[in-house]
């Protein structure tokens, strides 16, 4: 793990929010952040400049998805993989634990291992710890994960108390197997909406000093109102001088209540995944390109935005996603990053002018000027 | 019609090829030109500025899918094709005809007009040449196309007959319903594989001095030899300070074979639809990256091309068809547009050269040298 591989640079003073900076050989990440998700080692139909010129830093891959399709060990001999996808920048892998607990047939859990069967050909997989971590280096992201137990929620308390002790012991045993220096292992807070075992589970891992921090398990179905909660009573038990990252958050009013609460990294499909269903983010709400009354608007999405979609009329946005043309997905996804990348732009500027407060309120006043339908009568 | 719309810069002294240029107001074309097929108004998958690096200059786009969906009304009113799709240089249209009577299902056609059955939503439409005029006129390319009968091959020769010498009526009445000037439009020879049709529809239209001639319903089954034989006793009788667009061709080869029978625009969806089916184009030959042999294959797909997919190791552009990423058919999009393009400047320069027959020799010599699987040995 090189160090000093974060560097807090200001806290807002109203509001407590931080202002960072993750440091890795693939270069600099200015926090609070938000990873684009490559789940296969692209962002779905956007080549790396073009996520580059979005303003994105760093994203995120999955181990669950490589290491079954392509596989690991052929990403390793291409030479890992940001040569493999040619992203240059920083990259993130999840350690699949996410994924087995959602997408795959999983067949057995116990301390040794989770057992699934592959969604891609339905093989038998054994992910333990030390695998999880073995993969990852294969992979040879700049941050890696530790491998957790995922339930889903609600569930017993005894079930959220075992997974969460189990995602303790699993943080443990993947820090003893790691071999590769380069690389910053984070752990992962979990602990559903026990408050007591959230902040167990924060305290037991903070007192094994990894170089970073996730908050794990959330964003499964509970209110974000739960969410920021859990968030708040759990940000204050983290080591204050490592990064904290809130795995698959979220939506744009989600990211700055996170950030408020002391989060500096973000990841979610939301972006990529609502633009290419032909939803678009703003700064006035969101707009579903689809709607009739686009036919014949010739206005940008949004005047202020930079992104390769807003050259274009409205009307033909709604035009290639009525004639099912994948420019329309492929546009909106460019717009939609692009937004969350200005977006984080403006939560960093406005921490390191002790204004994050004001900054989230008109935010939110905007945001909910907007009617659902779109445009907010602009 | 802007005069001078075509000018005829060189004849190659070996094979008669031609070097020549379109002169329009959105900018040159220079020719031999190959245009990219942007059905729907769009080319799939790419945005404009990545098309321009492609090194196209002119695209096509489908009358018969536009006045569909969106309607020729609500481009008109974002202001014409240009504009509602951003792409800033030379559109070619063609007239709805080869579409009409290959997609849509045709339930009349007389000397009045077409009557067909959108496929989009099943109403009743009827194409007059009047109307495919006016739906041009409202699009606003840069060339337009008169209507023709197209039937398919083989047919009985009255039926060719029949229908070349309506596509001459057809085009005569085109001539007339137009009212803009400036735009330019080009007859179509018909006449099937019977070469007194093909010679006789050619010497009609060209008295009637059309800024532009094509050559269409050829690459609809036929061989390639016929196909040539066709144009070799075609061209001869279309004016030599004229444009000569052949409709629909083709493979790299057939290419070539046009442009030494004084053929000097294309358009085909070959490079787009195959590169979205996972077939690139090389110089040595085809090359099928969900091929296995490429699993592990570090090398790009062709060490000279300058397009965005040769940047990535063939593994990955495998990886992504494998994992059906949209990345993969847009990259290998761009990399078939940008082959055609390095192909047709490599025609163009041999032309100025005089060394065309040379130049043909050698591709074919080096398509030649591939296997069908792919790489020939690289």
Redesign the interface.
Known sequence: MSDPFFRLLHIDRQSGARRGRLVTVHGPVETPAFMPVGT???V????P?LLRSTGTQMILANTY?LML??GEQ?VA???GLH????WPGPILTDSGGFQIFSLAKLTRVDDSAAVFRSHVDGSVVVLSPERAVAVQESLGADVIMTLDHVIALPAPREAVRDAMQRSIRWAERCRLAQSRRDQSLFAIVQGGLEEDLRVRCARELAAMDFPGYAVGGLSVGESAKEMYHILEITTPHLPEEKPRYLMGVGRPTDLLEAVRRGIDLFDCVMPTRNGRNAMAFTHRGPVRIRNRRY??D?RPLENSCPC?AC???R??L???F??K???G???LTLHNITYYQRLMREVRNAIEADCFAEYHQERIAHWGSAATDGTGGS
Do not use: D, N
């Not at 779905?44 to 080549?47: F, I, L, P």
């Not at 040569?83 to 040619?86: E, K, Q, T």
């Open positions: 296969q080692g692209t779905k139909g956007v080549m400049e998805h399709r392509p052929v001999e291409l030479g040569r493999f996808a040619c036919e014949r010739a390769p050259q274009f009329p009307a033909y709604r035009h290639l009525m004639a043309e994948m420019l997905p492929i546009l």
